[in-house]
């Protein structure tokens, strides 16, 4: 009787080893006796054995699926530990796809993520040696991808040319796939990308009891990406708000020192004068001390403006309310006039982005008012869908934008920044200037 079963396996389980060899044992027994024994115990035996070869078979098939289940999960476990180590997304990515490779015997791997306008892009593609493919290796079927990103639903494909729904596909007709697995990415309920594999040699080597364990496999990659991109967000957003501080620090030091820093040096002449008027000239010293006073106030106006800047209270009021008062009182004393367009209705921001619109276009008219000799300054809000645009328009002198970079418009870069928005400007020397923001708001129901 032939020994269909391979003996070597039984070397991993000592129980099934034993089993084994009580097997072989009573074979030999059974053959030895053959010439001497029953013909019906014979045939009786044999049945006996048969069936226990085929019991163990089944014990063999079914230890031998635990232990690719189990090389799975401890795999899926190494892996979850790898997104909380110090690699970084690219090295984690590559472990993903080659323990993809491995434990699902697929020859090449991808893994595609969807941009913001919806293309399609590799961020890693590895073979079974472990190596990255080159652009001239990449070859995928965009038929299977594309189902799989419509219906959000894992495709697995035992057979590309006989199975209908992609026999006649062009990149499986002309690139002979056979085997196909894809599964979506999904993070925060939202579909970025699939993790794809194929074989071009074999049929079958993909079966749908690997889905569970390819979802958990998707799922780590999801996570990796998402942690990868908000690590890189709370970078850039660190970086900005350093640049914005320094800028800041740049612009106070400005402030203070142009609008103070005069004014105590004039304070304090005016001390040294009247003092040495007070005893020969007693009314002369007092004109000059009411002189010292009107310094004085300026000085304390102009620190307290510094201070409000820091962080406005009147944005208590809100931004339209407390923008309209503020360019007001500087019609009322500039020889810039100011009109100021609003919106008819404006969404509650969060105090972030208030705030800094506010500081932004204070920053723009104040320069308007220091440097442009302007007569006219128009400052208008717009509120479109996902955001909103705020424009400084004034018939100044103008000037080169390549030329300038000073702190107050520093400040208004890494504040637009800092909202994730975009900032343009336009100007030329005698044709005024434009400066144009556009940022996103975070809307609620109630409006202000």
């Known amino acids: 009787m032939p020994r269909q079963i391979d003996a070597n396996f039984t070397h991993s389980n000592p129980v099934l080893e034993t089993i084994w060899e009580n097997i072989q044992q009573l074979e030999d027994v059974i053959q030895s006796q053959a010439s001497q024994a029953d013909i019906g115990f014979i045939s009786d035996t044999s049945d006996l054995l048969e069936a226990l070869q085929q019991q ?47 434990l699902t015997g697929a ?26 493919l080159s ?41 002979h796939f056979l085997s196909i697995f894809c599964i979506p990415l999904i993070s925060q309920d939202k579909i970025i990308g699939v993790l794809y594999a194929d074989n071009n040699h074999e049929q079958d080597v993909f079966s749908t009891e690997n889905i569970p364990v390819l979802t958990a496999f998707a799922s ?44 105590l040096a004039a ?11 007070i005893s020969n000239n007693p009314g002369r010293a007092a004109e000059v001390l009411l002189e010292v006073k009107s310094d004085v106030q300026q000085s304390i106006a102009v620190i307290r403006q510094v201070i409000e800047e820091l962080r406005p209270p009147e944005l ?38 208030a705030a800094n619109l506010y ?18 300054c128009r400052v208008e809000f717009i509120v479109y869908e996902t955001g909103i645009r705020l424009s400084v328009d004034d018939n100044g002198r103008g000037f080169q934008p390549a030329q300038v ?20 400007i336009d100007s030329n020397p005698s044709k005024g200037t434009y400066l144009l923001i556009e940022a996103p708001f975070v809307k609620v129901n109630s409006i202000t």
């Not at 690719?68 to 993903?96: A, C, H, P, W, Y």
């Not at 990406?225 to 708000?241: P, R, T, V």
């Not at 208590?316 to 609003?342: D, M, P, Q, W």
């Not at 970079?405 to 900032?423: A, E, N, P």
């Open 220 to 263: 780590q990659a999801a996570i990796a990406l998402e942690n990868a991109h908000l690590y890189e967000q709370i970078k850039s957003n660190l970086n900005s708000l350093d640049t914005m501080r320094d800028a800041e620090r740049r612009r106070l030091r400005n402030d203070l020192h142009d609008g103070i820093g005069s004014t």
């Open 359 to 376: 500081l932004i276009a204070l920053e723009a008219v104040t320069n308007v008012i220091r440097h442009a000799h302007a007569t006219e």
């Open 405 to 424: 970079d000073g702190t107050g418009v520093t400040s208004i870069k890494q504040r637009v920044k800092d909202l994730g928005g975009s900032y343009s």
């Open 56 to 102: 163990f078979q089944i014990i063999k098939n079914q230890s031998e699926q635990n232990a690719d289940r189990l090389s799975q999960f401890e795999t899926l476990i190494e892996l979850s530990n790898l997104l909380n180590s110090g690699l970084n997304v690219s090295q984690v990515l590559e472990k993903i796809i080659d323990s993809v490779v491995l």
């Open 107 to 132: 020859e090449r791997a991808y893994l595609m993520l969807q941009d913001e306008n919806n293309r399609l892009n590799i961020a890693i593609a590895r073979n079974w040696n472990k190596a990255t």
């Open 135 to 175: 652009e001239d290796e990449v070859k995928y079927s965009r038929t299977v991808i594309d189902g799989v990103l419509q219906t959000g639903k894992a495709r697995v494909i035992s057979n590309a040319q006989s199975d209908t729904s992609t026999q006649n596909a062009k990149s499986v007709v002309q690139l």
């Open 316 to 353: 208590e009021k809100g931004l339209l309310v407390a923008l309209r008062e503020r360019f007001e009182r500087f019609n009322s004393f500039e020889t810039v006039h100011i009109e100021f367009l609003e919106p008819p209705f404006l969404p509650r921001l969060s105090d972030h982005v």
């Open 267 to 277: 304070i304090n002449l005016g001390l040294d004068r009247t003092r040495s008027l």
